[in-house]
């Protein structure tokens, strides 16, 4: 990453020593961030495929407010792990509690319901449709009206979907992506198709949002402009993250915490500083320092 790229770490870094006080962190335009109670808790999960274990006893909770990565080698577990918690997968074991409301059998439209929203590592967006139209498919559990009724687009229907569209074009000025917003999304470019997933899941007005390697296939300025709406996304909306991401400068530069997997195992915790010096992380994953 560059030294263009907005991080936490620089909004830390222009913070007067002090400012920031247990409890709470510090946005890039340096003003005090509080991170909350714990929103979310993973309690020993574990899932198998027949006989092979995905993941196995995994804990580790998400606060409000805080940018949550989890990190492992390929195959380490960890878009299985997003999968049991966005309701996916059903886990063998173990439970998750959202907001007090704990569950262990639950769909992907009851999590979507709860609040939970999710991108996925390979885009799942409809390339044929514009960007307005993609985003306004992330309104569809806020609509209250019949089928038949948005069918004639009559009475009631007409000004709810007026509404959303004034809700999905502020989505579009805050990504910066008017320009393109009735261009359809299989002939933008992938970084511009990335941003429109965002999109999409910041439709749904999730207070947990799950991103799966939000970054991977981008260029360095993609990167950082990605960087930019994630943390705008956490400190602007409050909105809690929770991301998977292979780059290592961008996970240490962004997270409050990190959790990292190894073959379905947890085998670290804690802050980015205490993750990077962990011996069992630096045997696993990041290497040994020359």
């Not at 007005?205 to 981008?218: F, K, R, S, T, Y």
């Not at 962004?254 to 379905?264: A, E, F």
């Amino acid at each position: 990453m560059s030294a263009d790229t907005i991080t936490r770490a620089d909004a830390r870094t222009a913070a007067p020593a002090g400012a920031a006080m247990e409890g709470q962190a510090m946005t890039p335009q340096g003003k005090q961030r509080r991170v909350g109670d714990v929103i979310l808790d993973v309690q020993n999960i574990s899932l198998r495929f027949g006989g092979v274990k995905a993941l196995t006893d995994i804990s580790f909770n998400v606060r409000e407010h805080e940018v949550r990565a989890i990190i492992g080698p390929n195959g380490a577990g960890k878009s299985s792990m997003l999968n049991c918690i966005n309701g996916v997968y059903t886990p063998q074991e173990g439970k998750i509690t959202f907001r007090g409301q704990t569950f262990s059998h639950m769909n992907s439209r009851q999590v979507a319901e709860m609040g939970v929203a999710r991108t996925f590592q390979n885009l799942a967006l409809f390339k044929g449709m514009s960007v307005i139209d993609n985003l306004m498919t992330g309104r569809n559990l806020k609509m209250k009206t019949n089928i038949f009724q948005q069918a004639i687009r009559y009475g009631a229907a007409e000004r709810e979907e007026v509404a959303h569209r004034a809700f999905v074009e502020r989505i579009i000025d805050f990504l910066e992506i008017q320009a393109w917003r009735k261009t359809p999304v299989g002939r933008l470019p992938y970084g511009l198709q990335k941003r429109v997933d965002l999109g999409r899941a910041l439709a749904m007005e999730p207070q947990v949002l799950l991103l799966d390697e939000p970054m991977a296939g981008m260029n360095v300025e993609e990167k950082q402009d990605m960087c930019r709406f994630i943390l705008d996304v956490n400190d602007e909306f409050g909105t809690t993250i929770v991301l998977i991401e292979h780059d290592m400068g961008v996970v240490m530069d962004i997270s409050d915490r990190v959790v990292v997997l190894d073959y379905g195992k947890k085998i670290g915790d804690g802050t980015p500083e205490e993750v990077r010096t962990n011996p069992d992380v630096i045997s696993a994953y990041l290497g040994t320092s020359h």
